[in-house]
């Protein structure tokens, strides 16, 4: 028997995050509002060039500028 997510064709980290998701939207105003706030996340980076550390970046910054840039190439 295989698990229903795994038939659905999600990874397990993605299960996991769709079913929190639903918890988190199925609590009360105030309860939610704590969880939702628990549940966000801020990934930064920072590229090291000759053993030192450039600037810190926004994950999900650079990741947006990244596939803007991608799909501005593939118009052209």
Do not use: C, H, P
């Amino acid at each position: 028997m295989a698990f229903a997510w795994k038939v659905s064709g999600l990874t397990f980290n993605r299960y996991l995050a769709v079913t929190a998701r639903v918890v988190r939207r199925s609590l009360k105003e105030e309860r939610r509002l704590q969880a939702e706030r628990r549940g966000e996340m801020d990934l930064r980076f920072a590229k090291w060039t000759n053993g030192k550390q450039g600037e810190n970046k926004s994950l999900a910054t650079a990741n947006a500028s990244a596939i803007a840039e991608a799909a501005d190439k593939g118009q052209q």
